[in-house]
């Protein structure tokens, strides 16, 4: 495999003129690099050793970075980072791109003292203003839960102090969503005990003082006479950063839907309103899959269980900038299954991670097995939305975009229907709860298990924390 960085010095002979592209100012040069593909900053190094030294140098690839990731991810790595252990950003670059391995880490509560929530699966649980809240869903006897939990996540802690706010809205419910727009949480929906699907939404502000005591201000939002149909089970994200978009789940009569809406917060909380998005062609109907925001305006759908209880394993981009946007289903270069994809599921979870990674978390399967495997999807390698309906060939997704993880650390075990989100610095994925037994016939619901283990799943970009072997994750210049 080539070097990251080739220590090739060769140069390019050209006529001796004021046009010779050596003679160049180095921060003409830095301004073309960064409009450049990872590809051909590499080649670049290539060319000569003055060349070498601005295409390596430490702040074209800080801003690199910046441009790949967004500035958000790099300030919360260099906030939660000490700086004798930082790795230069072009080594981290190049960890992210080749990435692996993920590590687990089971976090324990503060102290056999500490109040803690019980096991539960289809609840949900968001990282906002610093904070892990966990909010609903169902338990044992297969009842629903109302309780609101907050923990405070600090840098370098492996204990986790739980604080129950005593609320009391919204009402018990599973299967809801709930996303962070802005540092607001928005929940829409849910089924209760009863098995009444809800269509309300609310939305929570996390309140914390001098003392690390957090609460939850819930409030009830008033939309209109424009909403979604009552569901549960169904996927929902937030987009735009100021926009939450949902689909499918399931209806009344425990009809699948397959219906697209956005409830748009651009002018605040008090103006806020549904409106449903008419397509075309639309992902079948289906509940328990993932709706994954993969920055800006798009977001990627995946799996679920479909009308025929059929478990599935497709991919589809969405894209709201389009001005009339369209649902793409993005199929891959084989007639036949490839091997190298994530199987059918339903129940898992879907988390943007840092590098612009979509990592996919267990769930189950037709049969109800569950699954404990890690996978990656890179969406760097998946075409826009107009690009896609401007020509069928790039709605063709190579095998490569996907990678199975090696899982590091502690084996958390088979699950579906648990939740996971990530911390502002895309590196630290946090699991909570799910269906944690084997297999289960859908009349055996007393059979279920649910867990109450709380995850820290790590990216392993830190080589100094981890007892592993050292490998050579270089880059070749190929891709």
Known sequence: MAEFCSSSSSSITISNNKSNITHIASDHLFSILLLLPIESVLSFTMVCKRFKLVACSETLWESICRRDWGNSYVDALLSSSPPEHQLSWKKLYQLVTQMGSVNCIRLSCFDD??????????????????????????????????????????????????????????????????????????????INDHGLRQNDTWVGHVLRDEMLQITISWMLLEVGSAAPPPRGAHAGCCVDGKKMLIHGGIGLDGLRLNDTWILDLSNGIYSAAWHEVVTRLSPPARSGHTLTCIGGTRMVLFGGRGIGYEVLN??????????????????????????GIPPPRVGHSATLVLGGRLLIYGGEDSSRHRKNDFWMLDINGIPTAKACTNSQELRVLSKKVWKRLKLEGHKPGSRSFHQACVDKSGCNIYVFGGMVDGQVLPAEAFGLRFDGELYLIELLLQPWKYEIETVDVSLSLDG
């Open 113 to 190: 003292t500490s109040a803690f929530p019980r096991p539960r699966a289809s609840h949900s649980i968001n990282f906002v203003s610093d904070c892990l809240v966990l909010y609903g869903g169902g338990c044992e006897g297969g009842r629903h839960l109302d309780d609101t939990w907050v923990a405070y996540i600090g840098n370098e802690f492996k204990t986790i102090l739980w604080q129950k706010t005593n609320s009391g809205v919204p009402s018990g419910r599973f299967g809801q969503t709930c996303a962070v727009v802005g540092e607001t949480l928005v929940l829409f929906g849910g």
């Open 314 to 339: 497709d991919v589809w981009l969405f894209d709201i900038a389009e001005e009339y946007p369209e649902w793409v289903p993005l199929i891959y270069d084989s007639a036949d299954v490839p091997v």
